[in-house]
């Protein structure tokens, strides 16, 4: 009997074998044929997309604007033409600037519709940048025309340089200024016995305050309220040059604009209309029959004839036998060492790409485009080397501001030849804090002690333990020494008197403005002007445009574009960064949780 069942067992191992075997070697062939057609589809298919002889150009930007290089990425194409998935929830600002520079010139496009209900994010630099272009656009004799249902502050800023703005039925456009508002936990913690230890110079240094404060500073509502009126009074200005309408009638006290909106009978629609922000309101089905009108009917699609912007591309020319290159790195996101996320950049990376610059002999500078709120020290001066190392080698570095250069952000651009800022810059915040939070109360309430021994009073820090004296005495020595060599290099670098440099410092934030005035950035422009500056520091009449940029590999490709976890990691996305944006101040808590030792004190800039 023993034996019947032995032999019964080995017969069904065997047959549970083969059938492991033959669903690994489908498993296998399906790969391949996968990969076969992926090949097959990089090597031949064409994504080029034909224009139409006459037609718009349709641009709808997507739910943000951000600042990174030009990418081509060809398997996104593909995707996008065989199975219709666009994942472009994200538009490129120097991508989307280059497709109205060839539009501007392109027979077949002759006009441009801004559709931009999607867009949630964009800096005001940004804006003003593309605003730069479309403007060029105008020029050419070809119109620009906006359409939205509730036009939010970002898609009323590039609207306004339409040649007419369409607004439909029981719309909207929602013009309310610019706010600040930023939750505080030092009471929260008190009740969870969270123990904050904060380290901070610079009293204008506001990221520390939501950890040991229940409100806002009256130094931080005095430095806050002065730059945001300045973007808000610069907004308002270019809004209402474009729309042609002097700026109080554009923009009424309240008193009054309450007063007109009575007279709407609250109607938001008509209100637009007789304050002129919008030139018509229409339906769906009238404001088609006006683009037919303009750019002719399209048979096929029973609409207009246009192109979308995701559909087109330009040619970039790029000559590899040139030997003068002007090289664009983008700093976009805060400055880490080794930490990366969607919001951050790994300094050593950016670093390498400036080596590499600087040793290619056919790169004769380098326009350093940089966007951040700052990072730590490290990982700033890990960048701020590779820029002084260049300069020594004899290649120019300039740096062009984006929406944002502060803090740390402001350590890197320090040591170029030459900086540039928009007028909306936010940069300086010359200021230095470190914050380690320790939970000893907090698992005592919970009936939870810690105890040991050490030989030695800072072998034995980590979080579940109050900070020992001396460990404290340290970190403050260190941030006062941080903040003196952070002192001494604008100092340095921007040729200034270090008491001058004392005085805007302390953490206090500028608008590119007020920045050139202080002396921290030479002059108002964009990153045309830097690349032209480059140029005339190199003494270059030709060159070529080298965008440097991490590549994506075919498997995050892959990942990205597979439906279901393209959803499950979308939707986790979208969770994690609604919290990370309310808590935009506190990134520093992902390095806590990342060194939870608290061996070193991480400081930041």
């Known amino acids: ?56 150009l349709l641009c709808d930007f997507g739910q943000k604007i951000l600042e990174k290089p030009i990418i081509h990425n060809k398997f996104n194409e593909i995707i996008y033409k065989i199975f219709g998935i666009n994942n472009k929830q994200e538009s490129y600002l120097f991508d989307i600037v280059n497709k109205i520079k060839k539009a501007t010139k392109d027979k077949n496009i002759t006009g441009i519709i801004l559709s931009l209900e999607n ?102 509502k005095y430095l806050d309220k002065k730059w945001i009126n300045q973007l808000w009074i610069q907004y308002l200005k270019i809004v209402s040059f474009n729309r042609k309408i002097n700026i109080k009638k554009f923009f009424p006290k309240i008193s009054l604009f309450i007063k007109n909106f009575y007279k709407n009978n609250g109607e938001f629609d008509s209100f637009a209309l007789k304050n002129h922000w919008i030139d018509k309101i229409v339906s769906r089905n009238s404001f088609q029959k006006d683009m037919i009108k303009f750019f002719g009917k399209n048979k096929y699609k029973k609409t207009f004839n246009y192109i979308n912007i995701n559909d087109y591309n330009y040619n970039y020319n790029y000559d590899n036998n040139k030997k003068n290159n002007i090289a664009i790195i983008c700093i976009n996101g805060i400055i880490m060492d080794n930490y990366e996320d969607d919001n951050s950049i790994n300094a ?5 790409q400036i080596r590499h610059a600087r040793l290619n002999p056919y790169i004769k500078a380098i326009v350093l485009r940089i966007n951040s709120p700052g990072g730590n020290v490290s990982a700033s001066e890990i960048i701020e080397e590779e820029i002084k190392e260049t300069k020594s080698f004899g290649k120019p570095v300039i740096v062009s501001m984006g929406g944002m250069a502060a803090s740390g952000g402001y350590w ?119 690349i032209n500056k480059a140029s005339i520091l190199c003494k270059l009449k030709k060159y070529n445009i080298i965008w440097y940029y991490e590549e994506d590999n075919i498997i995050n490709n892959l990942l990205n574009n597979s439906n279901f ?35 070193y004190a991480i400081c930041i800039l």
């Open 119 to 220: 867009l949630k994010y964009a800096d005001q630099s940004s804006l003003e940048y593309i605003g730069k272009y479309l403007k060029k656009f105008k020029k050419s004799n070809k119109p620009i025309y906006s359409i939205g249902y509730n036009y939010n502050q970002i898609q009323y800023f590039l609207s306004s340089y339409s040649n007419k703005i369409y607004l439909f039925k029981n719309g909207s456009v929602n013009l309310n200024g610019i706010s600040i508002n930023k939750l505080y936990f030092k009471s929260f913690l008190k009740k969870l016995k969270i123990n904050t230890n904060v380290f901070r110079i610079g009293k204008y240094k506001s990221a520390v305050e939501p950890f040991i404060r229940n409100n806002m500073s009256p130094e931080s």
């Open 565 to 599: 976890l393209n959803k499950t990691i979308f939707m986790n996305k979208i969770f994690i960064k609604k919290i990370y944006n309310n808590f935009s101040e506190l990134y520093f808590l992902k390095l806590f949780l990342k060194y939870p030792e608290n061996k």
């Open 348 to 352: 050593k990376i950016i670093a390498k």
């Open 1 to 56: 009997m023993f034996f019947l069942w032995k032999n019964i067992f080995c017969f069904i191992s065997f047959f549970w074998y083969l059938l492991n075997c033959f669903r690994i070697f489908i498993c296998n062939i399906l790969l391949l044929l996968t990969l076969t057609l992926i090949i097959f589809l990089f090597s031949h298919f064409n994504c080029n997309i034909k224009i139409p002889n006459k037609g718009a």
């Open 412 to 530: 890197i651009s320090a040591p170029a030849n030459y900086i540039f800022a928009s007028s909306s810059t936010i940069t300086g915040s010359i200021g230095i804090f470190s914050i380690i939070n320790t939970f000893e109360n907090t698992l005592k309430k919970i009936g939870i002690y810690n105890d040991g021994i050490s030989t030695y009073p800072l072998s034995n820090i980590i979080s579940t333990k109050n900070l020992p004296e001396e460990y404290k005495k340290l970190i403050k020595i260190s941030i006062n020494n941080k903040y003196n060599n952070f002192i001494k290099l604008v100092s340095l670098y921007r040729n200034k008197n270090i008491k001058k440099i004392k005085e805007i410092s302390q953490g206090k934030i500028w608008t590119g403005k007020d920045a050139v005035k202080n002396g921290l950035v030479d002059e108002i422009g964009d990153i045309d002007d830097a």
